[in-house]
T-cell receptor, first 112, second 113 residues
Framework: SQTIHQWPATLVQPVGSPLSLECTVE??????LYWYRQAAGRGLQLLFY??????ISSEVPQNLSASRPQDRQFILSSKKLLLSDSGFYLC???????????FGNGTRLTVT | AQSVTQPDIHITVSEGASLELRCNYS??????LFWYVQSPGQGLQLLLK??????LVQGIKGFEAEFKRSQSSFNLRKPSVHWSDAAEYFC???????????FGTGTRLQVTL
């Protein structure tokens, strides 16, 4: 069966520091991969998605970037964090555009 | 662009009582519709989905939802709530895709014993 792993589970970082969140999927090949951010009371916002290695689509302009160096690995990064980057970051995968999303357990990021 | 409205931010029900969580969407064609559940500090788990066909869909944990095109709604129901159902519930719509979704802001369900 397929599983998705995100780490770390929680992270506290100072403003201006870099960020790297990692997500890996097991048990499937060539998944579509997604990064969502969840802010309190605002639901989930799609940040990035990828349909293949090196292919990244950005949904909203922001201080973050994403990369997909391997088929089942998706990384969310920032060179300099802002206070507004605080939130709950969720990675998800799907088997294709017409397959539902399956989420990881998320990373709680607090920028201080 | 599509949108989703969950009008109830917070709902409290007694254990054993019935439950209905409301979801309205805006999209010009037939959307892909989903309900997800999130326990505190956790990711989202798929409860059920509607792609086409029968407008009443069954999901996990005894939940069901009904797609009503005339009302642009996809309400989630459960006949008898259990204390373990306390969580946050998200409705989501996909416009032409099941995986690039627009989510509602969620409804937090509290269950009293």
């Amino acid at each position: 069966s397929q599983t998705i792993h995100q780490w770390p589970a929680t992270l506290v970082q100072p403003v201006g520091s870099p960020l790297s969140l990692e997500c890996t999927v097991e048990g499937t090949s060539n998944p579509n991969l997604y990064w969502y951010r969840q802010a309190a009371g605002r639901g989930l916002q799609l940040l990035f998605y990828s349909v293949g290695i090196g292919q990244i689509s950005s949904e909203v302009p922001q201080n973050l970037s994403a990369s997909r160096p391997q088929d089942r690995q998706f990384i969310l990064s920032s060179k300099k964090l802002l206070l507004s980057d605080s939130g709950f970051y969720l990675c998800a995968w799907s088997g294709g555009l017409n397959s539902p999303l399956h989420f990881g357990n998320g990373t709680r990021l607090t920028v201080t | 662009a599509q949108s989703v409205t969950q009008p109830d931010i917070h709902i409290t029900v007694s254990e054993g009582a019935s439950l209905e969580l409301r979801c309205n969407y805006s999209y010009g064609a037939t959307p892909y519709l989903f309900w997800y559940v999130q326990s505190p500090g956790q990711g989202l788990q798929l409860l059920l989905k509607y792609f086409s066909g029968d407008t009443l869909v069954q999901g996990i944990k005894g939940f069901e939802a009904e797609f009503k095109r005339s009302q642009s709604s996809f309400n989630l129901r459960k006949p008898s709530v259990h204390w373990s159902d306390a969580a946050e519930y998200f409705c989501a719509v996909g416009a032409g895709t099941a995986s690039k979704l627009t989510f509602g802001t969620g409804t937090r369900l509290q269950v009293t014993l």
